[in-house]
């Protein structure tokens, strides 16, 4: 390469330097290029060693726009990564750190190659001299960066990870519009996701989304891709994105609580109970079986004070999960307070009506006798979560008159200061 070259590649320097200064400049970048050739003409021998040697020249402003500069050192880079899977494919010792490490290093300097070797020369011309190197080297190792990524993953070096992966995919898509390889459908959407995974890991939403939309087409990593997307919008402040991200992978991936959960928070939150609603019943109708879409419907009753309704759906999730710890509380609680509302219509009984206070007697035992096991088993189940049934349970044993259990628990709420 002339100086005449080099210069004309670098930057109009003669024009702010004094002669001396331009003749010094000229011996520095005949020096640095010297180093080059010689890299080159050794590289094979002793690949280490050549790109050690290219670091000065990589790294000086006078040469580092030269696309050969970047042609020497991604040679030697690639040299020494051939020479360590060589190693391990006989089954001999090789550097696996070096191996990855000068994966990742390879990458940067073909992406380098290429900017430079595409820029305009002094009459506006684009003469790339190096195409057949970089679509070459790209097809021989693109997959080393597939590997590097998930090596530096294992590591918990995300950065690293995310760049190789990108890497990939970006080598993928050149061979495959140089003709040399079919579309990646299935190795690309993997790294795609491992990018987006990346992304979350360093909690750099802008990673999660550049290419998180491309893992979307493998059906196993699609419904985490598309809850990662829905992550980064919402941690990037796109309330409105994130929203309909929800309202999409609610119907997408119904199977997945995030979006749902996220959308019963989201309407709850604002007290939008009819969006709730629609959403409730969107949900049981997807799933019917599912204890918590079913819940939901009680919920929003119970919200909206309409107690038979809550009551009745309650009901129903015991039905499918007699178990359900949020259905078996609010149910008893929805059976206090019709107790509660049954006794103050009452309330102008007169004292004289037998009768009618033992048939109130009766209704009113029969909601405290139907919250009781509610609350007994909640108290079994959660031991110690007394504010879902201490106080209730108190209650019931008082008006059913049960002497020792209320004794019981009467000890207990001393015990805990209540």
């Not at 979307?216 to 990593?221: E, V, W």
């Not at 997945?256 to 609603?277: G, H, P, T, V, W």
Request: one cysteine or more.
């Amino acid at each position: 390469m002339s100086i005449a070259f080099v210069l004309a590649a670098t930057f109009a320097f003669g024009q702010e330097l004094t002669k001396e200064e331009l003749k010094q400049q000229k011996r520095q970048i005949k020096a640095l290029m010297n180093i080059a050739n010689d890299a080159e003409v050794n590289l094979l021998a002793d690949p280490v060693s050549a790109v050690n040697s290219m670091k000065e020249v990589v790294n000086s402003p006078l040469v580092n726009k030269n696309p050969y500069v970047w042609f020497v050192t991604a040679s030697a880079r690639k040299a020494a990564i051939d020479a360590e899977n060589r190693k391990r494919a006989e089954g001999a010792a090789f550097d696996e750190t070096r191996l990855y490490t000068y994966t990742l290093d390879l990458g940067s300097e073909l992406e380098k190659l290429e900017l430079y070797d595409n820029m305009p020369d002094a009459k506006g011309r684009i003469k790339p001299k190096y195409n057949e190197f970089l679509i070459t080297t790209y097809a021989q190792e693109f997959g080393q960066f597939y590997n590097a990524g998930a090596y530096f993953y294992g590591e918990e070096d995300y950065a690293k990870s995310y760049d190789l992966f990108k890497m990939f995919i970006d080598a993928s898509d050149k061979l495959y519009k140089a003709g040399m390889m079919p579309k990646d459908t299935v190795n690309v959407p993997v790294a795609a996701y491992n990018m987006a995974l990346s992304g979350m890991q360093l909690k750099d939403y802008e990673k999660v989304l550049t290419h998180v939309d491309m893992a979307l087409s493998n059906p196993q990593m699609a419904p985490s891709a598309f809850r990662y997307k829905a992550v980064a919008h919402l941690e990037l402040g796109d309330t409105a994105t994130w929203l309909n991200d929800c309202l999409e992978g609610v119907k997408k991936f119904p199977e997945d609580a995030y979006f749902y959960q996220s959308l019963i928070q989201y309407y709850d939150n604002r007290n939008e109970s009819d969006k709730l609603n629609a959403l409730a019943d969107e949900l049981i109708q997807s799933n019917p079986s599912d204890p918590l879409f079913v819940y939901l419907k009680g919920y929003i009753a119970h919200q909206k004070q309409d107690i038979d309704t809550a009551t009745e759906w309650y009901e129903k999730t015991l039905e499918i999960d007699p178990n359900y710890e949020s259905a078996l509380s609010n149910l008893s609680r929805c059976y206090l307070i019709k107790a509660q509302e049954y006794s103050a219509a009452q309330a102008s009984t007169k004292v004289t009506d037998k009768k009618k206070i033992a048939k109130d007697k009766e209704i009113l035992n029969g909601y405290y006798n139907k919250a009781l096991p509610l609350l007994e088993k909640l108290r079994q189940q959660q031991p110690e979560k007394y504010d879902l049934w201490l106080a209730n349970l108190t209650n019931c044993y008082y008006n059913l008159n049960m002497t020792d259990k209320l004794k019981e628990i009467e000890e207990l709420q001393k015990s805990l200061g209540y």
